[in-house]
């Protein structure tokens, strides 16, 4: 009887996965990241690429994966220092010297999903920026959302409406007489805002006859004012609020002589929050 051996070979191929780290070295953007507004926000900054024992061979190539929280589009690379390729950025400067770790200049626009942001402001975004040499060695920047800022949202409140006072048909209509209105704004200590109202409005009678009304702020009689949120201008609610809650707006208009009735109207207060 004839016996056979067989012998079975089992080949297994393993592919390695190395993940690069960047990091930010310093940023900075156009404004204020406002926690649950901004939707775009430019920025520039610079990053740091940890080649971990690169070789002449080994280069670093951009292609951005947006996460749950982030999108990063018009990205753009100044890169004057080290060597480019038609792969990408090469570890070797220039002077053909090999450099473990590169530092690249990198500018474009965050869009940010908060519906879709249910952690921490607090915590470090991990967004993959391209990678080193092929797709399964990723490139991931650590980027700690409080680089970018972060400011709560502004809050305003009416106290009071505005009253114009009565008055005999043809005389003027003034804050002076009756009262100005009132508004309360609530953010973030030492961030300043602009806060607007428009120059004039329109308020009109049950016969849809109309009045000019001019508008402006009682602090500079302007229909624009820029107020930092300090203890000077407001009081603090807690550590990181400042409450400014003595904004008055004056108006007054002139009535002729067959102006009678109730007149109402009703215009917009703008405040946002301003650059440092």
């Known amino acids: 009887m004839k016996r056979w051996l067989i012998l079975l070979s089992l080949i297994s191929t393993l592919t390695y996965s190395q993940i690069y780290k960047s990091e930010v070295l310093d940023i900075s953007t156009n404004e ?3 926690i ?10 610079s990053i740091v690429v940890d080649g971990d024992n690169a070789s002449y061979d080994d280069y670093v190539k951009l292609n ?6 982030i999108k990063v589009v018009n990205l753009h690379i100044k890169n004057n220092k080290y060597r480019s390729t038609s792969d990408g950025i090469s570890f070797v400067d220039r002077n053909n010297r090999l450099n473990e770790k590169i530092e690249l ?9 908060w519906n879709k942001n249910k952690r921490s402001i607090n915590r470090i975004e991990g967004i993959k920026i ?3 040499n092929n797709e399964q060695n990723p490139l991931v ?5 409080l680089y970018l800022n972060p400011i709560s949202n502004v809050k305003v409140e009416v106290i009071e409406d505005m009253d114009l006072g009565t008055v005999f048909a043809g005389e003027k209509l003034s804050t002076k007489q009756g009262t100005p209105a009132k508004i309360r704004i609530e953010g973030v200590r030492d961030k300043s805002v602009k806060i607007t109202i428009p120059s004039n409005i329109m308020i009109t009678n049950s016969k849809n006859e109309s009045l000019d009304v001019k508008l402006s702020l009682r602090d500079n009689g302007k229909s624009e004012i820029i107020k930092e949120f ?12 400042i409450v400014l809650d003595d904004i008055l707006i004056d108006g007054e208009s002139q009535t002729n002589k067959t102006s009678n009735g109730l007149y109402e109207g009703s215009f917009v207060v703008r405040v946002e929050y301003i650059s440092d």
């Open 32 to 34: 204020n990241l406002i």
């Open 64 to 69: 951005v994966e947006d996460t749950d929280f």
């Open 230 to 241: 300090n203890t000077d201008n407001g009081k603090p609610k807690d550590n990181s609020t």
């Open 36 to 45: 649950g507004k901004t939707n775009r926000l430019n920025f520039h900054m």
């Open 141 to 145: 920047l650590s980027l700690p959302i």
């Open 105 to 113: 200049s990198v500018s474009g626009t965050f869009i940010f999903n």
């Open 130 to 132: 391209g990678y080193v």
